[in-house]
């Protein structure tokens, strides 16, 4: 079964810095997909960012970037230049090809302080 | 945005009542997931389906049934609430993986609360 860990429960930052939320996962299925979500105040579950287990460079959307270090089965999320409205929850979750589950981690809570 | 409704967005219901959820979406994707989501928890599958009338469990499935009769749609039932199962549930759906890539898109949740 495959599992996903968020050891970062909450984080405060200054506006403007960059932000790195950690992920690590847990599989023995070769091929899997990373995915990045944020949960704002109001409850929508937002899709940042994906990675593939193949990929062989590191995703990027806009300020979002996805430091994937597959030996050390790491995939931190990294937000370039933070803003006010990136204080929200964040979740990481994979998806192995052998079902169709969504796995997700425990979270992490970022404040971004003006 | 992905047509994806939950109704109803807030209960507040009895313990041992039984509670229906209803997942609606116009997309016509195959797979439709059920999660509830606590504080130190972070959203944990209940149960999901591959296709009409075809479902299975997920990691936190006791207390729970759900129902697929039509593509639209997929319920959750509680059959007989307990305090433990207040929450706030998201329906998710996705379409036929082409890849890995296929990312799920959620609901905007139904907080319930049973006393």
């Known amino acids: 079964a495959q599992k996903i860990t968020q050891t970062q429960p909450g984080m405060f930052v200054q506006e403007k810095e960059a932000v790195t939320l950690d992920c690590t996962y847990d599989t023995s299925d070769p091929s899997y997909g990373l995915f990045w979500y944020k949960q704002p105040s109001s409850g929508e579950m937002i899709f940042l960012i994906y990675q593939g287990s193949y990929d062989q460079q590191n995703a990027t959307e806009g300020r979002y970037s996805l430091n994937f270090q597959k030996a050390r089965k790491s995939a931190n999320l990294v937000i370039s230049a933070s803003q006010l409205g990136d204080s929200a929850m964040y979740f990481c979750a994979m998806r192995v090809l052998v079902d169709e589950k969504l796995t997700f981690g425990t979270g992490t809570r970022l404040t971004i302080i003006p | 945005d992905a047509g994806i409704t939950q109704s109803p967005r807030h209960k507040v219901t009895e313990t041992g009542t039984p509670v229906t959820l209803r997942c609606h979406q116009t997309e016509n994707h195959r797979y439709m997931y059920w999660y509830r989501q606590d504080p130190g928890h972070g959203l944990r599958l209940i149960h999901y389906?591959?296709?009409?009338?075809?479902?299975d469990k997920g990691e936190v499935s006791d207390g729970y049934s759900v129902s697929r009769s039509k593509t639209e749609d997929f319920l959750l039932t509680l059959e007989s609430a307990t305090s433990s199962q207040t929450s706030v549930y998201f329906c998710?759906?996705?379409?036929?993986?082409?890849?890995?890539?296929?990312?799920?898109?959620f609901g905007q949740g139904t907080r319930l609360t049973v006393v």
């Open positions: 998710a759906i996705s379409p036929v993986p082409t890849g890995l890539n296929t990312e799920a898109f």
């Open positions: 389906s591959y296709g009409v009338k075809d479902t």
